[in-house]
């Protein structure tokens, strides 16, 4: 195997090389200090200079406003399926969720459990291919949950949805800081870090502070969001090595175009891989509805599973690994986020290509 691979994985996945060098290079003696970061007290001046340029960081990257609040929070997007309604779907009261898919699905079936949630448009007749676009926001609604990218059916929500002025709730896990976001329309976003800013473990949320306002206090402490913002997501020893990588690729997206690069580049790379099936498309198709194709997960199929399971493996020969789509649907994805270079999807594409005239149907 050479030193690096093109790691099409769905999450965790590739991440800037710049980013892991320079870790490795500080790993063990942070800031000539004589001992790694993470033997550190969290409480010390050295990491808390991390952790506040690390919310810097997203701040500036993402053109956040003063009317919304960065938090870190240990554990995965799974537990901001059940933190969001335990905060925000009080007895009395009900949100709306827009099911695109299987993560879609869990963020619902979670918030069942604790409130009065109620899906209002689902994607599940035609097997999640489509997203939703017609559906009617009750005005009255807490807040409307979303899914901004489907990460296992490869579909991406290209524009917010009118919701009447509730405030919408957005799992934003595979998209995250690969374009601009209107904040003036989100109530909170949120994602695991593990697909395009970091290593797994760990969420990033961004909430409007008059959002933040109306959540419980009446609930377990590391559960209430209104405390995790008050200590600066310090209220518990945090997730010091996951904020620590994020600061670093965050660090990376600045200086390779900030939004508007990462931007240009998703386009680039989905347009080089989603052009080689269209172009193709007697052998590949992308089961998708075109117009809600994602830029970060390309999911095609191959004439048969047979011909799948040959080309995943011998991309992975060819040095491609992450190519077999999600369990539960089949066929091939190429995750396509922030750090793939270029040259990742166009070696792909080449790859296809010469695949499929080396292996007819
Ligand atoms: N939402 C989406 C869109 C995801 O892709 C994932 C993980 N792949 C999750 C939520 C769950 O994240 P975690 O594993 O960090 O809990």
Redesign the pocket.
Known sequence: MPERIYNFA??PCTLPLEALKKAQAEFVNFENAGMSLFEMSHRGKIYDKVHMDCMQLVRDVYELPETHKVLFIG???????TMIPMNFLAPGSFAEYINT????T??YNDAKLIGDAREIATGKPNEFMTIPKDFKVDPKAAYLHL??????KGTELHKLPETNGVPIFA????DFMSRKVDWSRIGLAY?????NLGP??M?LVIIRNDILEKARTDIPSYLRYDLHASKDSMYNTPPMFQIYMMKLVLEWVRDNGGLEGMDKRADERSNIVYKAIDDNSTYFRCPVNREDRSRMNVCFRLPSEELEAKFVAEALAAGMNGLKGHRSVGGCRSSLYNAMPIEGAETLAAFMVDFMKKNPA
Do not use: P, R, V
Request: aromatic fraction near 6%.
């Open positions: 769905a999450g554990g995965g997007a799974t537990l901001q399926f898919g299987t993560w879609a869990k963020a899914t901004t990218n489907n990460t296992i799992d934003m896990s595979s994602g695991g870090i593990q697909k797994a473990g969420s």
